[in-house]
């Protein structure tokens, strides 16, 4: 019988380490499952927000004796977010601006609704939105239902809002920021020329400013004298609200807002609010003075959210057989079909899209009048222009109404001029007819650092403006007569949509920014007011009274849960829509000092990337300058 060999030591090592490497697949398999279970959880959890969001909200029942609490936080958007990204966080639970203003004025006759408690928030918008919000109300105070505000820490918008108020209420430690506005920017010349970048500016004319961080170390004389002017209007709105919202002298007032910080005792002692007390007791105090209820029973307090989202019971019945399309313009105007920066949940106006809402409310029957809510700052010639065209189709049939909300500029004046009537409200930007274009070179870096540069060409301007070599006198030349050629054909459109002359237009352009009070005194307007506004004009021209409701038909619409997802699904695989403006937003978070700098400013940078990255693919756009909001400080 054969024997078998000794059992060494060395296949005791070897036996084992080999079930060892066998059995490690077990770990494999449990990170595979785990990663699975975990997908599964943020699906759920993705979903659960989802479910909690506007788009499945239930109408909220409206007890008898309800507060609608008015506390808005974030930017205010003119229409609900449709970006998968933005119904993941809280902001889904914010009004939007036509939402604010209905529920406002809806309060105020609302016989459930006893009254209106404001509260400070982290708001960011235009000064015309927040006076059109402030105007609202006024108006709601004139119904006889109280109006109280209560203030902990904020700025010059939270107390715009609150000097509305029958009273305002501040803890003991409060404190506002009541320092005026203020405009700022970033300028990199001198940072671009220690690394030998240099970036080419055509701008038409002189106070056409968009590119001036990339080619100066301040504000032009120009572009300081438009920045000026937006800065006195906010200014005396503001003070003006504040002395007859407060009924004190408008001199004392300008004073008090060039001295800063302020506590809630010298806040008082000024009359700028009522009395010192904790968010607690003003409510017990609302519920005491104000409710007829049991002084035990908790007041009924609703969100505005909430409340403009609930079931109407005014009683009113809506019109049938006319409608109204209220299409929003919000964003950057880019070519193309995506409407919102991936993963940012940055809204842009895409041209084709865009051109397909006018298109479906001009073929509508039912729609017998379209307003087209502006709020953009331009960009794309071409895509501006290609709206223009559709404008001017839809027009022919039904009646176009161009409101400006906080910017309508450039190339968002651009689209609006398409329009029968536009109506910008006296805060609104607008304005800006020019075109401009930075190019930047990159020759000087490149010597710099040692590195050169060989070509072979065809022709002589196969390299036309190429960033790795200088410049030629005779690109530059060319190029120019490019941008004024666009230029003069921009400025002849604002000419015969105005019914003025060329040389009347152009003395009205050359880039310059307009308040939406000069706009109209220089005849670049039609009307000054607001959305409500627009509204009641279009109801008129169609035949319905002021007192009827009418059925808006909104473009872009609210999107399913799973649309979203599929949405973001789509943006994150399609390499061609998405890369380039991902890019465009993330370029300026880049930088190292990113995170110390105000929000204010890293929002211009992250405008200015966005442009320049447009830029990439359109050399010559029709945008403004970005002008900070109002925000809270």
Known sequence: MEQMPPYSATQQQTMPAAARRKSRWWIVLLILFLLFVFGVIFFMVGLLALVKGPFSEKPVEIKPGSVVELRVRGQLGENLQTAPLSLLGTETQSATFL???????????????????????????????????????????????FFKAYLDIGGELDYFFASAADSIFMPTEGMLELNGFAIEDLFWKET??????????????????????????????????????????RQQILLQAVAAGRKLEPAMVSAAFNRGLYSADSLLELGFIDATRSEGSVRDHLLTRESEQDSSKKIPLISMAHYARSADKSGQEVVQGKQIALIYASGVIMPGEDEMIPLLDEATIASRKFVRYIRQARDDKRIKAIILRIDS????????????????????????????????????YYIAMACDTLIAHPASITGSIGVISTIPNLSGALKKIGAHTDSLKTAE????????????????????????????????????????????????????????????????????????????????????????????????????????????????????????????????STLPAWPLLPEQVRSQLEYLALLHRLGERERILAAMPSIAPLAVK
């Not at 970036?199 to 004319?205: A, I, L």
């Not at 100066?216 to 120009?222: H, L, N, Q, V, W």
């Not at 021209?541 to 973001?568: C, H, M, T």
């Open 192 to 233: 671009l020329d220690k690394i030998g970048v240099q970036f080419y500016v055509e701008q038409f004319e002189e106070f056409k400013s968009a590119g001036e961080s990339y080619s100066r170390t301040g504000f032009s004389a120009p572009a300081r004298q438009s920045l000026r002017e937006i800065l006195i209007q």
């Open 461 to 588: 301007g196969a390299l036309f403006l190429n960033p790795l070599y200088p410049f030629t006198d005779k690109d530059k030349k060319k190029f120019r007569q490019l941008s004024a050629n666009i230029y003069q054909r921009f400025v002849q459109r604002v000419a015969d949509s105005r019914g003025k002359s060329f040389e009347e237009a152009r003395l009205l352009a050359r880039g310059r920014v307009w308040t939406g009070e000069a706009a109209y005194t220089h005849g670049l307007v039609d009307t000054l007011g607001g959305l409500r506004t627009t509204l009641d004009l279009a109801k008129r021209r169609i035949g319905i009274g002021a007192d009827q409701k009418v059925r808006l038909r909104v473009f872009p619409q609210p999107q399913e849960p799973w649309d979203l997802f599929k949405k973001l699904f789509e943006q994150l695989s399609n390499q061609n829509s998405s890369r380039s403006r991902l890019e465009a937003a993330s370029l300026a």
């Open 99 to 145: 939402e604010l203003i209905n529920g406002i004025q809806r309060a105020a006759t609302d016989d459930r609704i006893r009254g209106l408690y404001y509260r400070s928030g982290d708001l960011l918008c235009g000064m015309a939105k927040a006076v059109e919000i402030r105007d609202a109300l006024i108006k709601f105070k004139e119904s006889g239902k």
């Open 377 to 412: 700052p331009g960009g794309s010639v071409m895509a501006s222009d290609e709206i223009w065209e559709e404008i001017g189709r839809a027009r022919k049939i039904k009646p176009v109404y161009a409101s400006m909300s906080d910017v309508a500029a450039s190339g968002g």
